[in-house]
């Protein structure tokens, strides 16, 4: 079980501390893509290929296995 600690803030009361967790950890994954993506574009391109290479694979995959199951 996680544990919810409610913190104070001066415009909005009382929230959820994970609630603003999740906001910053999401702000960091958008700004290290970004940074990733000016930094080493060519590396960048390569992982979105592998990404999409291996979304085709396995639809590719499903696809023979349903054939098969229907024959």
């Known amino acids: 079980m996680i544990a919810q600690i409610r913190?104070?803030?001066?415009?909005n009361g009382l929230q959820e501390a994970p609630m603003q967790v999740k906001k910053v950890l999401t702000y960091v994954a958008v700004a290290f893509v970004v940074f990733y993506l000016f930094t080493k574009p060519?590396?960048?391109a390569a992982a979105?290929?592998?990404v999409f290479d291996g979304i085709?694979?396995?639809?590719n995959q499903l696809a023979v296995f349903f054939t098969n199951?229907?024959?």
């Open 48 to 50: 979105v290929n592998g």
């Open 42 to 44: 060519a590396q960048a």
């Open 56 to 59: 085709l694979q396995g639809a």
């Open 7 to 11: 913190v104070y803030t001066a415009g």
């Open 69 to 71: 199951v229907l024959t």
